[in-house]
């Protein structure tokens, strides 16, 4: 999203306006969360200025009879109904035995802090060889006097994570990473004996991206990783758990290299519902037309080592199961970053809704993954069938909503999640004890919260298992979009918009006085307080969200110095999401006990928005750091651009300003270009800002100063939980 945006705003303080004076930093503190912990409140105050989201509940509620036009025919605006259809299998029979070793190996009964112990006292573990220290991924572990990086120890929990997912996918997903893991190791190794160690730079550059795939980030570590002299760490003890750990993994690769597709359960399970599809496909469908869209189906997974292990076992079963014969040279893999392939399979696939209706409709099943689980229209297949335990529900949202959408041909589409359901509850606990651990190394090494107002891991944990236990029971809840259909300012701006056209609705509410509160019971939810305020003249109302304790009391956290402050949530659609009654009939209720709280609460929120607008007032606080490769290239200029004559300053000024990483890189390889001439160089920075139309941003103006007094309060709503409606 990032990247995106800074095609049209390239400056870092773009949106310095709206309270970010720096767009890097705004996303470097989102995508320092764990991806399940990303909510669109990180983003929501950048998101709400460029993007226009319209959910599929907000189409239904506010476009009500409108018609659009697809391909040349126009249509009433309507949604399929969705179906969710639960698809067990035996993982213990695709890999006997295998599972309780693996937990062992992840950790799950050992915590970070033991773990880090144990190596600080020159050991592995008290039974050597069965727990991955993870050391060849962590080596700052190891370092002689140094402390442990917080990329290191963080992403080690995510590959932990990712090869539990990579073993519930299949055994061929498993077994491709073990054995290149292995391979890492042992060139992990050969640099230790020549006296040097990789020190996992390319771990940093993994977290920077949204990728789910371990293969895609092992692939690339031995090329793009650090270098460190050895003489800096403790080599006998870095050296012992990276051959411990380069052992278990050869033990873990005996025993799943030779499984085989043709004796895997799982496949045979897909079979089985691929054969259902098409046989009701053939029952339901009306003309040939029909039963093709009826039987196309869509099979996703999260790895690309499982689409290619679905590929070669369907490519096979299509020719030899009658029952598959209706797929037979119309089945198709997409996955990777052939763009141009891509096309042309989407469009084979569904012509009448991806395409322009006249090309020829050539697939009828495609093995792909999350590459195709957004920005197409594929409506016009019936089914998706999710490969991979739903680890992040909203990732099948996403996918559902490719057949899910306007224009759909059917009156029902189906959702088919694959479930281990004997071991679902092992392997959610396994994760959910991952995730802990992550938490744990977080914590051990000085992350700590990086927003307030974040959910601790246990509460995203407990929520997921909820929502998985959903589609379990196959309930569609989920892809009715009822628990996140306000995720965006144009929800609250058009349920304002609809309530203000009664006149009554209007009057009222423009003639209450300023500092007006309410409360409202809301059923499973924490008691807590939102406020509206305003900041003297300024026309942007500022939004605060202060949690209270079950006895009603503020909650406080601890700050950097470990004092306790008043727990304070400034994130706008966050705060919003919390005001909402969710339902037109919620009634309004105040106990006097909420009320009185609202007072310190109220103390907590204007002393938070006090704080964060005093910031705003020190320009030395707004002005965004320049990175070192855009002053290395204006400083170049500065000193060897005199032939440019009186363009030499302007270019010096374009060059010495704050700009995303895509031209970063572009300078950074101008600067680096060994043997070309400097004059050169400074000619090919010319074309570059020409090109990129490089402009240093405004000074951003500060705030004016103001005193805590100048901070009035517009409208307040206590949420009052059911349990605490009769109190007072």
């Not at 995508?31 to 929501?44: G, I, K, R, T, V």
């Not at 309507?78 to 070793?101: A, G, N, S």
């Not at 990086?149 to 996918?169: D, I, P, V």
Request: net charge negative.
């Amino acid at each position: 999203m990032h990247n995106l945006i800074s095609y049209f705003a390239p400056s870092d303080a773009a949106f310095a306006d709206v309270g970010v004076p720096s767009l890097r930093g705004y996303f470097q503190r989102a995508m320092a969360l764990n991806p399940d912990d990303l909510s669109p409140e990180h983003l929501f105050d950048v998101l709400d200025e460029v993007a226009v989201r319209r959910t599929r509940r907000f189409v239904k509620n506010h476009y009500v009879g409108d018609k659009v036009v697809i391909n040349g025919v126009e249509k009433t605006i309507t949604f399929p109904t969705p179906r969710v259809v639960r698809v067990d299998y035996d993982l213990d029979e695709v890999l006997p035995d295998v599972f309780d070793d693996l937990a062992t190996a992840l950790g799950a009964d050992v915590s970070e802090e033991a773990l880090n112990e144990s190596l600080s006292a020159g050991v592995i573990l008290a039974d050597p060889g069965s727990v991955l220290t993870m050391a060849r991924y962590v080596p700052s572990r190891f370092r002689i006097g140094g402390q442990t990086e917080q990329y290191e120890a963080q992403n080690a929990g995510l590959l932990r994570s990712n090869l539990l997912k990579r073993f519930e996918s299949s055994s061929y997903a498993f077994e491709r990473t073990v054995a290149k893991m292995i391979t890492s190791h042992d060139r992990f190794r050969s640099a230790l004996d020549s006296g040097l160690v990789l020190t996992g730079d390319a771990l940093r550059g993994w977290a920077a991206t949204d990728s789910d795939d371990i293969g895609e980030f092992i692939d690339s570590l031995d090329v793009t990783d650090g270098v460190a002299d050895a003489a800096d760490y403790d080599v006998t003890r870095l050296r012992e758990a990276v051959e411990a750990d380069r052992d278990l993994l050869a033990r873990f690769h005996e025993r799943v290299r030779n499984v085989r597709w043709d004796r895997d359960p799982k496949v045979n399970a897909l079979v089985d519902e691929l054969a259902a599809v098409s046989r009701d496909a053939e029952q339901e469908g009306v003309g040939d037309q029909d039963i093709r869209n009826k039987r196309k189906v869509l099979v996703f997974t999260y790895f690309a080592d499982t689409a290619d292990h679905l590929r070669r076992a369907l490519h096979s079963l299509v020719s030899t199961d009658p029952r598959l014969g209706a797929y037979r040279d119309r089945l198709a893999v997409v996955s990777g970053s052939n763009k141009a392939d891509r096309a042309d399979v989407i469009i084979g696939f569904a012509p009448m809704t991806a395409g322009t209706g006249v090309e020829d409709d050539t697939y009828d099943l495609i093995i792909t993954t999350d590459v195709l689980a957004e920005g197409v229209n594929l409506q016009q297949a019936r089914h998706i069938i999710n490969y991979d335990l739903p680890w992040n529900p909203m990732r099948l949202v996403q996918r559902h909503g490719r057949i899910d959408r306007i224009g759909s041909p059917h009156r029902e589409v189906f959702m088919r999640c694959f479930f281990p359901d004997e071991d679902l509850d092992r392997l959610l606990g396994l994760e959910e004890r991952l995730q802990r651990k992550l938490k744990q190394a977080a914590a051990a090494v000085g992350i700590g919260h990086v927003l307030p107002g974040v959910d601790p891991v246990e509460r995203v944990i407990t929520e997921t298992r909820e929502r998985i236990q959903q589609i379990r029971r196959e309930e569609a809840v989920l892809f009715d979009d009822d628990s996140n259909a306000a995720l965006s300012g144009e929800e609250y701006r058009r349920k304002l918009a609809n309530a203000f056209q009664h006149r009554g609705t209007r009057d009222r509410v423009m003639a209450l006085p300023w500092g007006s509160g309410t409360g409202m019971i809301r059923d499973g939810a924490e008691p807590g307080i939102v406020f509206c305020a305003r900041i003297g003249d300024h026309p942007k109302p500022w939004y605060r969200y202060v949690p209270l304790n079950p006895d009603l009391t503020v909650q406080h956290v601890p700050n950097g110095d470990g004092a306790q402050v008043p727990y304070v949530v400034d994130d706008t659609l966050s705060c919003l999401a919390h005001a909402d009654p969710r339902s037109p009939e919620t009634s309004a209720h105040l106990p006097e006990t909420v009320y009185q709280a609202a007072f310190d609460a109220w103390a907590a929120a204007q002393a938070d928005i006090y704080a964060k607008w005093t910031v705003q007032t020190d320009p030395a606080n707004l002005a965004p750091p320049i990175p070192r490769v855009m002053r290395d290239a204006a400083a170049l200029v500065t000193e060897h651009g005199a032939f440019l004559g009186d363009a030499q300053d302007p270019l010096a000024a374009q060059l010495n300003a704050p700009y995303v990483l895509r031209i970063q890189r572009e300078v950074r390889h101008v600067l680096n270009t060994p043997d070309t001439p400097t004059r050169e160089k400074i000619e090919v920075l010319r074309d570059l800002a020409t090109r990129f139309g490089l402009t240093p941003p405004p000074p951003v103006a500060p705030l004016p100063a103001i005193i805590q007094d100048d901070i009035y309060l517009v409208s307040w709503v206590g949420i009052v939980p059911a349990a605490t409606a009769g109190t007072g």
